[in-house]
Structure formats: C-alpha cells, structure tokens
C-alpha cells in the first residue's frame, strides 16, 4: 500500500456537531432526506424520490445480515456486572471463525471471541450464570473463560438442544454504535434492522437499508430497478477509528461473507450498472472481483483477502470484471457449491479503482473513519463538498441519519 499516495488523518476529518448526530431514528423510515450527486452535481430530495433518481438501468445489491442481541450481561456473587460484547465465533479445535450461520445454529455450547466490560472482575475459572425466560421454560445460560489472552469466551446453556440464535434473541441486547452514546431500547430491535434482514450473526446494521421500506422497494419495481442481495456480517471493527496519522498503516478489520451462485449469475449481467446499498454491500462486491482474481491466479485461499492485495498486482495483470465473476462461478460450479462463506479485510482508499461498484447508496459517516475513506475513493474530494451540502442543509448524520446516492 506504500504505492498509495498518502493520505493524512486530518485529511478525513470535518467538524461534525454532537447535535447533528442523529440518536434516534425518524418515526417513518422513508421520510429522511437524501443527497444526490451525479457528475459533481448536487440535490436535495426525499428518501422517497431515490428510484426515480437512480440511472434506468440501475443493479441495487443490499447486504441481508440481521444484526444479532450481542450483549449479554451477568451478575457475579459480589454483584458486580460483567458484559459480554460477542464479537465472532470461533472453532474450539482450529482456531478459525466458522461460517456464522453454522454457530447461530449450534446447540448446547459456542466459542466466542468478545469484548468484556469489567474483565478484571471476572477471574479464572470463575463460571457466570444467568436464568433466561423463554416461551418455552427457563434456559440457564453458563459463560467460562476459554482462552483469557484472545478473550474467548464458552457459552453453555441447558435446555442443551435450544439453538444459539432463539437463546440469544432473548438474552441479549441489540450492540447500538457507541457515537450514540445510550442505551438500547426495545424500540431498536426493530428499528436498527432493515426491513430485509435475514441472515443472523451482524454485530452492527448495514444502515444504508435502514430507509428502504415496503412502498419504497414497490416504487424501485414501477421504475423497473432491478435487485439482489448478498450477506456480509458487518463486525464491531466498522466503528473503529483510524488512530494512525498515516491512513496506509492502519490495520483493516476482517469480516465474513457469503455469495450465492445466484449472486454471480446475477451480477455477470450487470457489470457496468451496479449500485451497492451502503459500505459493506460495496466491500463485499469489491472484494469478489480480488477474490475472482485469486481464483484465476490460482493462488491458495482465494476467498480470504487481506487490506494489501488489492494494491499489488500490476495493473496489466488485472482481469476484467466479468472474467473475474466468472472465475468464482466456474470455482463453484466445479466444487458443486451453491455458496461460498469468504472473509474480506479489503481496503478502500484513494487511489483504489473501483471494479464492480459504479456508486452506492449510503448515509453520512464519523470523521476520519475507513467509511470517508471509501467514500472518497468514489468521488474523490468532492465527498467534502457532499458533506458541507449536508451540513448546510440540516441533515441528520450517521446510522439513524439521512441517505445519501453518490454517482462518479
């Protein structure tokens, strides 16, 4: 990545007002704001106009995860409480994060790696316990420590056959962003979902969709704006800050996704006219064209991608997308697969040339994040014009915020 033109932090900061941070989410999902820019053009319409503002020929893809209850909370003897942040699942005997949807359906006992509030309290084979009503009986919900250096952590519970996904859907809290800085309430449960979520094991909502709602999705068909959606459990990592001065020496967070056959053949007709909905709809589609890439190299792990890949190989050995889509479809059609779970730690920053995305619905994003990053890959530094329009003109920032679509 050193080939990158440096980027500076404080070239990914603006001044963002506590009170234009949107903490609560509108009572109508559709009736936020959205900012359209086209060619370095700019307007301000509703939510509601997005598919009469999308290119005719336009290809949404929406990232489906639905963001699991990942806090736990357990009252040791003392009364002092421990919470447990679940942050991915791990396989006791390897080491190595299983596909998502496999743990959420695990019963009995799971390994998890997480972050845990109060941790100097919590000792060594010390066991916390917690009761959990269910519609069906109670269910005794055990934690002990499993690795204390890598912060795993085993969860037990009895009824043993109760799935991990019913236990924790009435264990747990929804995780909000910290930059909201409250509680949960019972109202987020619904409202931090999109209305399409479906596939468990998100730590974070992928909030571009948060907007999209029935009449909207009706609205997108009366256009003739076709769409799909692919899975990316979207990873507590999203909210990190860059902390490096440097944007090239910070370390990318990984995160898991799953493509269908149908995803590919999807996508090969598309090629050209491809809209994600949000950030991790974009990494996910970026990161199948470098997978695609390993496939054709022949390279061992091609769909585990680490933050450098995408900057070393030269240009002229770079395949086209469509050669690139179809690679991984003629992988699975040769390994029988109709999915693969893949992990992507890809790094979007300028100087990266977009492959398969040709721009993206999204809201509007913290100061010196990997999001702004991303953004500016796409339009460059016209995302600082973007957000001074959107300063200007009231709208709301972050998860609960107002819409943005953004087209180069």
Not at 8 to 22: C, E, F, S
Not at 102 to 116: K, L, N, P, R, S
Not at 208 to 232: K, N, R, S
Not at 381 to 404: C, H, I
């Amino acid at each position: 990545m050193n080939d990158l033109p440096e980027i500076r932090l404080d070239q990914i900061q603006y001044d963002l007002p506590d009170d234009r941070i949107a903490r609560f989410p509108l009572l109508q999902r559709d009736a936020s704001k959205l900012l359209v820019y086209k060619g370095g053009q700019i307007e301000h319409v509703a939510f509601t106009d997005l598919p009469r503002q999308l290119p005719a020929d336009s290809y949404l893809v929406f990232n489906n995860t639905r963001v699991i209850p990942a806090r736990l909370y357990f009252t040791r003897a003392t009364g002092a409480l421990i919470e447990l942040f679940l942050l991915s699942p791990i396989d006791p005997d390897t080491g190595a994060v299983p596909p998502i949807s496999q743990a959420m359906e695990a019963t009995g006992e799971v390994v998890w790696q997480a972050m845990i509030g109060n941790r100097k309290r919590w000792k060594p084979g010390e066991t916390l316990e917690t009761r959990i009503p269910m519609p069906s009986g109670e269910v005794t919900l055990r934690a002990d420590w499993f690795d204390t250096v890598q912060s795993l952590i085993r969860l037990s519970w009895q009824p043993a056959a109760l799935p991990f996904a019913k236990l924790i859907e009435q264990a747990g809290q929804i995780p909000l962003p910290p930059y909201l800085n409250r509680e949960a309430t019972t109202d987020d449960r619904e409202t931090y979902q999109t209305v399409y979520s479906k596939k468990e094991g998100a730590v974070a909502a992928p909030t571009a969709g948060l907007h999209f709602t029935p009449a909207v999705f009706d609205e997108l068909v009366q256009q003739g704006i076709e769409h799909d959606y692919l899975t990316l459990h979207v990873g507590a990592g999203t909210f990190q800050p860059i902390k490096t001065n440097d944007i090239r020496e910070h370390f990318m967070h990984t995160e898991q996704v799953v493509y269908t056959r149908a995803n590919l053949q999807n996508l090969l007709g598309r090629i050209g006219h491809i809209i994600p909905v949000g950030t991790t709809s974009m990494r996910a589609l970026e990161s199948l064209y470098w997978m695609g890439v390993r496939v054709m190299r022949q390279e061992p792990t091609p769909f585990t991608l680490d933050q450098q890949y995408a900057y070393q190989l030269p240009a002229d050995q770079q395949p086209a997308p469509v050669a690139a889509v179809q690679a991984v479809l003629d992988y699975m059609t040769t390994h029988n697969l109709e999915s693969v779970t893949a992990h992507t730690s890809i790094y979007i920053t300028p100087g990266y040339s977009l492959r398969l995305c040709n721009g993206i619905v999204t809201n509007f994003h913290q100061p010196g994040s990997t999001l702004i990053l991303l953004i500016a890959a796409l339009i460059g530094d016209d995302w600082k014009r973007v957000y001074r329009e959107a300063l200007d003109n009231g709208y709301r920032f972050l998860s609960y915020g107002d819409s943005s679509l953004l087209i180069p």
